[in-house]
């Protein structure tokens, strides 16, 4: 069972008319849909409000916003150390230049949650900074210094093409995710090389102890669609209590399948059973996602949608 990696995030927002200026601002398309009681049921969001679907230019991509009051909990805590696990963590997209990046986010209501830094991974040099915004979503923005990206092109910022995962156990979540059909293609296990540490407010630690466990995960090991997960063995914090449904910020990733009722008995037939959070049904939901699906948590609380492929 190989599927593809994620191809939506799901993102319930007391700042939609911001997000959706950013998303604007880059070219990307929006179809807005009113929420249906399933909606409410599934994700917790207000089923008397517009979701709006923002489409890359690519079409390859899209991020789905839920209006919700400003009051709703946030999922991840804003003053939260960056490598507590619990949830999603962030959504990555690449820049072509980090300070015309900084600039651009600012002005659509991103903060910097951690500067820009150049660091090395492998032979693969970059810089990464993280922003942060008042629902509690992070970002983080990556510009290729070398060698040059090939393959890939785009205008300013990228799609979303990995998110991740801070979590107690990268070997647990992984388990997880391979009855999924993710397999792991790229792992680090050690301190991160120049400035890296800084990306994860690592810089406090002594070196010799402030290594992580990082992997990357795909069903063909491609970085578009990803999952990334990242643990620190040595410096480990509490988990957050992620509720499965409700609260403020990174929602869901949603992730196609072929055939969702073979990935769902997969996953009922599994250790894992007890992580579904919404069992498999056809659903009224947004555009591509509305049909046969269900929803599972990972081992700390980052949840996957999984749903239909459909013509």
């Known amino acids: 069972m190989r599927e593809t990696g994620f191809s939506h995030v799901v993102i319930t927002t007391s700042n939609a008319s911001q997000l959706g200026g950013f998303f604007v601002a880059l070219g990307w ?12 049921d599934f994700w917790g969001a207000d089923m008397a409000q517009v979701a709006e679907r923002w ?10 916003l839920l209006p919700v009051a400003s009051t709703t909990p946030v999922l991840r805590p804003l003053d939260c150390p960056v490598t507590t696990p619990g949830g999603l963590f962030d959504i990555n997209m690449r820049a ?11 002005a659509h209501g991103w903060r910097e ?7 090395q991974f492998g032979e693969v040099q970059t810089s990464e900074g993280l922003y942060i915004q008042d629902d509690g979503i992070v970002m983080a923005v990556m510009q290729r210094l070398s060698p040059p990206l090939e393959g890939i092109e785009f205008d300013r910022m990228s799609d979303v093409f990995n998110s991740t995962q801070m979590v107690s156990n990268v070997e647990v979540t992984l388990a997880f995710l391979k009855v999924l ?3 792991r293609f790229i792992d680090h296990a050690g301190p991160l090389p120049g400035e890296g540490p800084r990306v994860l407010q690592l810089e406090q630690y002594p070196p010799d102890t402030a290594g992580i466990h990082l992997s990357i995960a795909h069903p063909e ?3 578009s669609g990803s999952i990334e997960l990242i643990d620190v063995p040595e410096h480990p914090l ?26 769902y008995a997969a996953v009922n037939d599994s250790e894992w ?39």
Do not use: N
């Not at 398309?29 to 409410?40: E, G, K, M, R």
């Not at 489409?55 to 789905?64: D, H, L, N």
């Not at 509720?243 to 009722?261: F, K, N, Q, W, Y």
């Open 29 to 40: 398309q929006l179809h807005s849909a009113a929420l249906s009681a399933d909606a409410s």
């Open 55 to 64: 489409v890359a230019p690519s079409e390859a991509c899209e991020v789905v």
């Open 96 to 106: 072509l230049d980090s300070d015309w990046a900084r600039e651009f986010l600012g």
């Open 113 to 119: 949650l951690v500067p820009a830094v150049a660091w």
């Open 181 to 183: 059909g993710f397999e």
């Open 221 to 223: 090991a491609a970085m």
């Open 238 to 263: 509490p988990c957050l209590p992620v509720p499965s449904t409700g609260g403020r910020g990174l929602r869901a990733l949603a992730i196609p399948c072929s055939d969702v009722a073979e990935t």
């Open 273 to 311: 059973s007890t992580q579904i959070c919404k069992p498999l049904a056809r659903r009224d939901l947004p555009g591509l996602l509305g049909g046969e699906c269900f929803s599972v948590t990972a081992p700390d609380g980052g949840r996957l949608d999984l749903y239909q492929i459909t013509q």
